[in-house]
């Protein structure tokens, strides 16, 4: 039964338990009260259709976010031909500096959900993503702007990159436990596809909309409406959870535990993984094979790098899907092991010199993050679970107070991840300039995944650290 009030929202402690009857309330400013999607009648009754309406827009705001957060890995390949003299260094760190700011904006944005509410603040985090696609416009259009400014502007993109902490914390409170790894991978993979997209479309649109030339501002400016159908649409048909309520104590508790910490760990070689090759990975074929890098679109040539993202984009719903049948544990382990081979085969195919093979490769190892990104963020809410005394973490619900606390942990986890997008770039950069290649940077990586494969295996997948329980 739905019914309208005025009220104030009521404060929920007791867990949202299968059975426990659901009175849902509206309020002014689009509020819910008592949602409980762990009540399977109300569910299928109503819940899963206000979930998915709200899925659908967070998607579609989280996608632009992407879209902005990653402008720089395709643009940077176009400034020398726009005029503009920068050395490789230089390069790397336009590549690098939105994942570092996006990285660290996702810590206050995990928080401000609860403050604000879900939708109010789709409304307001996808308004901000006006302020880096105008600079950039503006900037990319005269090749005498300092690099210190282009700098600036690039850091204003990290913007796109906080959408994803407060997306994914607003959406896990929308569905019940045993659905939470299908739709925060969905979410997170149409936040993802905007990656590839952006690697797709910019060099095109700089193109196309030039005359055939060559109009650098033209990747800013084509965001903007879509910016404003984000806005709007959040506006129009999103819903704000009175369950999504501040809580400090929660918080608190989510940063004082010690597997929030080492699923963030986790997270840097999954997620890490993914968007620092993403941003990385068209700077690399235009070094390596710039002569089969391209595929021909009208008059614009178009970097294969787009499938990289796409791919791993593709994955990730899977790897929750994966995760919810088998246990987020196993498919990590799994994803770690399949990276590991992919990145050696990516070292293999180097002196080869055969860009087909380089490709595959690195395919291999994009579909391998996409699942793994998918199964580790599974596993948070199932670990919070276990951790509170849930008899089956894996697929019962738990109390709101470890609702709160999962919810933290999803975003500041997401937060230490996307560090791995600063960090890939400036240990492939630092390769390349010590060592004359990025073979050294991707034995680095290697030895990454091994340790995090081991401490996966020896937390979350022996039953004597579980209690038996599927993780």
């Known amino acids: 039964m739905t019914t309208?009030?005025?009220?104030?929202?009521?404060?929920?402690?007791?867990?949202?338990?299968?059975?426990?009857?659901?009175?849902?309330?509206?309020?002014?400013?689009?509020?819910?009260?008592?949602?409980?999607?762990e009540n399977a009648e109300f569910w299928n009754a109503e819940g899963k259709r206000i979930a998915s309406r709200n899925l659908g827009w967070s998607i579609f705001a989280e996608f632009l976010g992407f879209v902005v957060w990653q402008l720089w890995s395709i643009v940077v390949v176009f400034l020398p031909a726009a005029g503009f003299d920068l050395d490789t260094g230089q390069i790397f760190w336009l590549i690098?500096?939105?994942?570092?700011?996006?990285?660290?904006l996702r810590i206050p944005y995990t928080f401000m959900v609860p403050k604000f509410g879900g939708r109010n603040w789709t409304m307001v985090s996808a308004a901000l993503l006006l302020i880096p696609t105008t600079a950039l416009a503006i900037c990319v259009g005269n090749p005498?702007?300092?690099?210190?400014?282009?700098?600036?502007?690039?850091?204003l993109a990290g913007f796109g990159g906080g959408n994803f902490a407060s997306s994914m914390a607003n959406i896990t409170f929308f569905y019940p436990q045993r659905e939470k790894g299908w739709a925060l991978?969905?979410?997170?993979?149409?936040?993802?596809?905007?990656?590839?997209?952006?690697?797709?479309?910019?060099?095109?649109?700089?193109?196309?909309?030039?005359?055939?030339?060559?109009?650098?501002?033209?990747?800013?400016?084509?965001?903007?409406?879509?910016?404003?159908?984000?806005?709007?649409?959040?506006?129009?048909?999103?819903?704000?959870?009175?369950?999504?309520?501040?809580?400090?104590?929660?918080?608190?508790?989510?940063?004082?535990?010690?597997?929030?910490?080492?699923?963030?760990?986790?997270?840097?070689?999954t997620f890490g993984s993914f968007i620092g090759f993403a941003s990385v990975f068209p700077k690399l074929?235009?070094?390596?094979?710039?002569?089969?890098?391209?595929?021909?679109?009208?008059?614009?040539?178009?970097?294969?790098?787009?499938?990289?993202?796409?791919?791993?984009?593709?994955?990730?719903?899977?790897?929750?899907?994966?995760?919810?049948?088998?246990g987020g544990?196993?498919?990590?382990?799994?994803?770690?092991?399949?990276?590991?081979?992919?990145?050696?085969?990516?070292?293999?195919?180097?002196?080869?010199?055969?860009?087909?093979?380089?490709?595959?490769?690195?395919?291999?190892?994009?579909?391998?993050?996409?699942?793994?990104?998918?199964?580790?963020?599974?596993?948070?809410?199932?670990?919070?679970?276990?951790?509170?005394?849930?008899?089956?973490?894996?697929s019962s619900g738990s109390s709101v107070s470890v609702q709160r606390q999962t919810a933290a942990a999803l975003g500041l986890i997401s937060a230490v991840g996307a560090y791995g997008g600063f960090l890939i770039p400036q240990a492939l950069g630092l390769a390349k300039a010590t060592y004359?290649?990025?073979?050294?940077?991707?034995?680095?990586?290697?030895?990454?995944?091994?340790?995090?494969?081991?401490?996966?295996?020896?937390?979350?997948l022996r039953p004597a650290a579980t209690g038996g329980q599927r993780v």
Do not use: C
């Not at 005498?144 to 850091?155: I, K």
């Open 4 to 37: 309208v009030t005025t009220g104030t929202a009521p404060e929920l402690h007791s867990p949202p338990t299968a059975d426990a009857p659901v009175a849902l309330t509206r309020r002014p400013g689009r509020w819910i009260d008592g949602w409980n999607p």
């Open 329 to 394: 544990a196993r498919m990590t382990v799994a994803a770690f092991a399949t990276m590991g081979v992919g990145t050696v085969l990516v070292i293999l195919t180097l002196p080869l010199q055969s860009f087909m093979l380089f490709l595959l490769a690195f395919l291999v190892l994009f579909i391998a993050t996409g699942v793994g990104n998918g199964a580790t963020y599974r596993m948070i809410p199932t670990v919070f679970a276990l951790r509170s005394g849930a008899v089956d973490a894996h």
């Open 96 to 104: 690098s500096i939105p994942s570092l700011v996006g990285a660290t």
């Open 436 to 460: 004359g290649g990025y073979e050294a940077g991707f034995w680095v990586f290697i030895a990454g995944y091994a340790l995090m494969l081991g401490l996966t295996a020896a937390f979350y």
């Open 185 to 269: 991978g969905l979410n997170a993979a149409g936040g993802n596809l905007g990656v590839s997209v952006a690697q797709f479309v910019v060099p095109i649109a700089v193109v196309v909309f030039a005359g055939a030339t060559l109009n650098l501002p033209v990747a800013g400016w084509i965001w903007i409406p879509l910016i404003l159908v984000a806005i709007w649409g959040a506006y129009r048909h999103m819903d704000n959870l009175s369950t999504a309520k501040a809580d400090i104590a929660a918080s608190l508790a989510a940063v004082k535990e010690p597997h929030m910490w080492l699923l963030a760990f986790l997270y840097i070689g």
């Open 144 to 155: 005498e702007t300092p690099f210190g400014v282009l700098l600036l502007v690039a850091a």
């Open 285 to 326: 074929i235009a070094d390596q094979f710039p002569e089969f890098s391209t595929i021909q679109v009208g008059a614009a040539s178009v970097s294969l790098a787009f499938l990289g993202a796409l791919v791993g984009s593709l994955a990730r719903p899977f790897g929750g899907r994966l995760a919810d049948r088998f």
